[in-house]
């Protein structure tokens, strides 16, 4: 199949090709498809939701910046988790450094005159009841997801969470075809 056949595959094709002139609608409208799904994966990767959020904002935002440069080899859908998945990795580096250099945690309580003020983050979930169940869901699944070797959490993520090919991981991940398929055995196996 040609390169030119490959783009027209793409069904973000006209969309990308008006962001690529300038029309800053149309990619909101690619931000607003493509918002949730790389939430999902900088959060199964990086194991925070506020560095999820941030992570994916740094994304698009070059996304934005390098659309022109963008030469439609793979998906654009490809494309931007191949920048999200990057983003998100350095974001892990930079939390695992801080931690090691860290004596204290922003989020541990704070000392008053009248007592301690607990750091409260605030929920977007719907009920509390519902909120429970999907967190003790989340908090086994997150932890059997976080004991992974990095290697195999990406290839976890983005094969068994987000549906991608083998290809599409090859490419994103830059690593053979093989190694995708071993490293996603060796992740099953171990969770």
């Known amino acids: 199949m040609s390169e030119d056949k490959e783009i027209r595959a793409d069904e973000d094709y006209e969309a990308v090709s008006l962001c690529k002139k300038g029309d800053i609608d149309v990619f909101e409208v690619l931000v607003r498809k493509y918002q949730k799904k790389m939430i999902n994966a900088a959060y199964r990767i990086t194991g925070s939701y506020e560095d999820a959020c941030e992570v994916v904002q740094d994304a698009f935002v070059s996304a934005y910046k390098a659309i022109k440069g963008f030469e439609g080899k793979s998906r654009f859908e490809t494309w931007l988790y191949t920048i999200v998945i990057n983003l998100s990795r350095n974001r892990l580096k930079q939390t695992r450094s801080r931690q090691q250099q860290e004596a204290f945690s922003i989020d541990d ?15 977007n979930e719907p009920s509390a009841l519902k909120r429970l169940e999907q967190r003790e869901i989340q908090k086994k699944v997150q932890e059997c997801i976080r004991s992974l070797d990095d290697e195999f959490r990406e290839v976890l993520v983005l094969r068994d969470m987000q549906g991608f090919s083998y290809d599409e991981i090859s490419s994103m991940l830059k690593i053979a075809d093989g190694t995708v398929k071993s490293r996603l055995f060796r992740a099953r196996d171990a969770v």
Do not use: L, Q
Request: proline letters at 7%.
């Open 109 to 123: 309580p704070v000392e008053t005159e009248e007592g301690s003020i607990k750091f409260e983050h605030a929920s």
